[in-house]
């Protein structure tokens, strides 16, 4: 595998349903990222972890929860949510956070219906 | 607030040439990012610009003026596979990028 993998890539579950994403990078970086991704709406930023610690959190309802075990991998796990929950869950990776070009390479997503 | 505005959609020919702009507000300044993301797929970085000026890369290019805040990405020799949305991102002052909406592109015949 190389570069970001995003696992499922479609899920669909209720809203009493406990579910998680998983993201891997294959890339030796340093930084991953949760985005929300909305038809017609920008990317939203959701987490951001720096070597395993959380540096960003931008109030995100506590139904959504990260964990980040170690450099090359990144959970969402999810409970309880809501209808308007449902987007395209992307994750991302970069070398580090901050400074100057900062590219981060993008997993192609999880797409999640919460009924 | 920070914003970042680009046209919801736009219609070219193959073959042709299309100009998609970005204006944007932001608090700090430390580079802009242009995307491409195919339905159902994820984005892939397309350019980067933190000086003024125009970068060139193939068939596309970008163009930055930071004290109007304003870029855009030019698409030439348009193909039909280039028909995607594309993401327009700064780097604000906390290194934090800070998306558009995105434009759809739709390439026809």
């Known amino acids: 595998e190389t570069g970001v993998t995003q696992t499922p890539r479609h899920l669909v579950m209720g809203m009493t349903n406990k579910k998680s994403l998983k993201c891997e990078q294959h890339?030796?970086?340093?930084?991953m990222y949760w985005y929300k991704q909305s038809a017609k709406k920008p990317l939203e930023l959701m987490f951001v972890?720096?070597?395993?610690?959380?540096?960003e959190n931008n109030s995100v309802p506590s139904r959504f929860s990260p964990e980040c075990p170690n450099s090359s991998h990144l959970f969402l796990h999810l409970h309880t949510l809501q209808p308007e929950d449902s987007a395209l869950y992307l994750c991302?990776?970069?070398?580090?956070?901050?400074?100057?070009?900062?590219?981060?390479?993008f997993g192609p997503g999880t797409r999640l219906t919460v009924l | 607030g920070q914003n970042i505005d680009q046209p919801t959609e736009m219609t070219a020919t193959e073959g042709a040439i299309v100009q998609i702009n970005c204006t944007y507000q932001?608090?700090?300044?430390?580079?802009l990012f242009w995307y491409q993301q195919h339905a159902g797929e994820a984005p892939t970085f397309l350019s980067y610009?933190?000086l003024d000026g125009l970068e060139e890369k193939g068939r596309f290019s970008s163009f930055l003026s930071r004290s109007k805040g304003y870029s855009y990405l030019l698409l030439k020799e348009l193909q039909m596979k280039d028909s995607a949305s594309y993401l327009c991102?700064?780097?604000?002052?906390?290194?934090?990028?800070?998306w558009g909406a995105g434009t759809k592109l739709i390439i026809k015949p």
């Open positions: 890339l030796g970086h340093n930084a």
């Open positions: 932001t608090s700090g300044f430390n580079g």
């Open positions: 991102a700064v780097m604000d002052s906390n290194y934090q990028l800070i």
């Open positions: 972890y720096s070597l395993e610690e959380r540096v």
């Open positions: 991302a990776s970069s070398p580090w956070t901050g400074g100057e070009y900062n590219e981060q390479f």
């Open positions: 610009n933190v």
